[in-house]
């Protein structure tokens, strides 16, 4: 089942009755099952929510993201007892070999390369080198091929003068916001796996809460890149709004290819992360990527 994203921008009182969401505004009234709600984004500083409907949110293994005042996700509420043999599972990726992680990274990196180049193919009409780039990256991407490729990337993607950066100029905040929305999808399917988001495979920063989702979040990163340079084309707004976060929020629905088998990105995840468990458990050798484009 496709499950829903509810996005909260009135002020407004989130209660439930009998597993149902009851969200209440001056505008309107709503009524959700809970057990239908993928995500739930709060983007409105003055919203009520009680603790019961957030437990039971958290308990049917739903995000609750949070936004700060400039309307970005700033913080998440997971499910910690999502999976069966949880701790199994945690201490098999915590006594992860390093050999073993910088394969699992060296995958990650071409697969993020491949899909950059494919979109950029797709968008310019011209051939690139960004397979030879993917083909170059070694265990742990210890030549650092993630970087090359982005220079390149950024530069053919947008203007030549454009610059990504985390608090930079537009269109930065418009990939901020769906690179944001990605990584709590992706750190809700790991966590739905029974994997720590804290421990990564290559992001190690002890400030991190969610390294692991920062790692494995990378080859669908062109998703939003794809989504924000739709966006470019056919609205002039530079400041994200309502509309604009709405299209944002869709890449989560967004369809993505297992060879022949269609699936939309929210259960894509789910089984890249599912893979990735089997990775750590020693069940397989690769994860699961899909094909962005088919």
Known sequence: MLKKTILIEQKSKVTNKNLQLLIKNESREASIPIEDIGFLLIDNPETYISITALNNLIANNAAVIICNNVHLPNGMFLNLNSHHIQQELFKAQINASVPLKKQLWQQTIKQKITNQGILLNNITQAKN????????????????????????????????????????????????????????????????????????????????AFALADDIMEPFRPIVDEAVYTIIQHYDEQELNTEIKSVLLQILTRTVYFKNQKSTLMVALQKTASSLQQCFTGNRKKIKYPLLWN
């Not at 090359?148 to 993607?157: I, M, N, P, R, T």
């Open 129 to 208: 080198n960004f397979e030879f780039l993917a083909s170059k990256v070694k265990s742990g991407d210890s030549s650092n091929m993630e970087a090359v490729a982005a220079s390149l990337y950024w530069k053919s993607f947008f203007e030549h003068n454009f610059k990504r950066e985390r608090f930079g100029n537009y269109p930065n905040n418009f990939l901020n916001y769906g690179y944001a929305i990605l990584r709590a999808a992706t750190a809700r399917a790991l966590s739905g796996s029974g994997l720590l988001n804290t421990i990564g495979i290559h992001h190690k920063s002890k400030y991190n």
